[in-house]
């Protein structure tokens, strides 16, 4: 599946909204605050709202284009949409909701049940009821509707946002498996920082219906000052330690080490820092704890109250760190300074670990 491409204006009552923008497979995130414009924008993309003008095209083929005339009806467009609240059909066993646009829609087979169902953990929840499900399994069988609809597109309505913390926490680890071995573009709108950090392959950043920026989560998530800044390191796993549990990272130049039982050798993670967490020298120590001291350059220096935040380049990436002004003074940081950054290992999140599909291997996303 090629890539779907976005260039459309139009209203929604009395807000308007513009979007241009291009979403290759994998997962692109629409994230913004709420009354942004991002459901809206969904919604339009497929087709259950007309924008006033301009085009949509998923992979070639022309869903909407105002100045044609072409406006296919959502059912002909492909896309397959997951809501906030679930919509199973309550008197249909799980194995007949995820199977049920198959049945009704007499559409082709292309994608393996049984493997859609173990991508989500459903193998024992096949013959039940949705009224005996929790929040999460239930959003989880919409999920997995979703794909065996056979889409071209996955556009998801805030997932999350009807569950509870608890919830959340059960069914992002799905989520994030759908994201690893998806071929289609996917939309996932979020207002929802750690979702977007977790999720996203890229980001367009929406306000008050027009597109403020669109790039990596590592550019869009960046720091605002409206609270503490998270940096998004990525990298490959370089080494495994099976006595401590714990994995080194080469973040290319450097590495970073974090308590992570389970990552693969070889294997491509994101990891989130946050600017609490990393303190700063001017040199490395010996005889400490923290087992990571990545040498970094300062590039920024921001007061924040009593305290200052500081951007460090760590070679191509970059890490953040919220120290008081007195021991920025004290070591004397300004742009240009070589410093240390010292990062316990336990503070060290893994916030995604990606993989590639491979060309031809059998996987969720079509032909």
Excluded at 250 to 257: M, P, R, Y
């Amino acid at each position: 599946m090629d890539a779907l491409e976005v260039d459309i204006a139009g209203r929604a009552g009395n807000f308007a909204v513009e979007a241009r923008f291009r979403a290759p497979p994998g997962v692109t995130a629409l994230y913004g605050p709420s009354g942004a414009g991002k459901s809206t924008i969904l919604k339009m993309i497929a087709g259950l709202a007309r924008p006033q003008s301009g085009r949509i095209v998923a992979g070639g083929r022309v869903l909407f284009d105002a100045r044609a005339g072409i406006d296919l009806p959502a059912r002909a467009r492909g896309i397959g949409f997951v809501f906030q609240e679930d919509r199973l059909f309550p008197h249909l066993s799980v194995h007949r909701n995820l199977t049920y646009a198959r049945w009704a829609g007499r559409r082709a087979a292309r994608r393996d049940v049984a493997e859609v169902v173990a991508l989500l953990g459903l193998e024992a929840h096949l013959d039940r009821l949705p009224a005996t499900l929790s929040g999460g399994e239930r959003q989880r069988v919409a999920i997995g509707r979703a794909l065996l609809a056979e889409p071209e597109i996955l556009l998801m309505d805030e997932p999350l946002s009807s569950l509870d913390r608890q919830r959340r926490a059960e069914i992002l680890p799905y989520l994030e498996a759908v994201a690893n071995e998806t071929r289609i573009p996917v939309l996932y709108v979020s207002h929802e920082t750690d979702e977007v950090a977790r999720l996203a392959d890229r980001v367009v950043a929406l306000e008050a219906g027009r597109v403020r920026a669109v790039g990596t989560p590592a550019q869009i998530l960046a720091p605002s000052g409206d609270g503490e800044a998270v940096a998004l390191l990525e990298g490959r796993v370089s080494g495994i330690d099976p006595r401590y549990e714990t994995a080194t990272v080469d973040l290319g130049g450097a590495t970073v080490e974090l308590g992570a039982p389970g990552l693969p050798l070889g294997g491509r993670v994101r990891l989130k820092v946050r600017a609490g967490d990393v303190a700063i020298a001017t040199h490395r120590h010996e005889g400490l704890s923290i087992r990571n001291q990545l040498e970094c350059t300062v590039e920024q220096v921001v007061p924040r109250g009593t305290a200052v935040e500081i951007t460090l380049a760590l070679g191509r990436q970059r890490l953040f760190s919220r120290i008081t002004r007195q021991s920025a003074e004290a070591l004397a940081l300004g742009p240009g300074r070589r410093v240390v950054a010292l990062v316990k290992a336990v503070s060290v999140e893994q916030a995604r670990l990606m993989r590639p599909v491979e060309v031809g291997k059998t996987g969720i996303g079509g032909s």
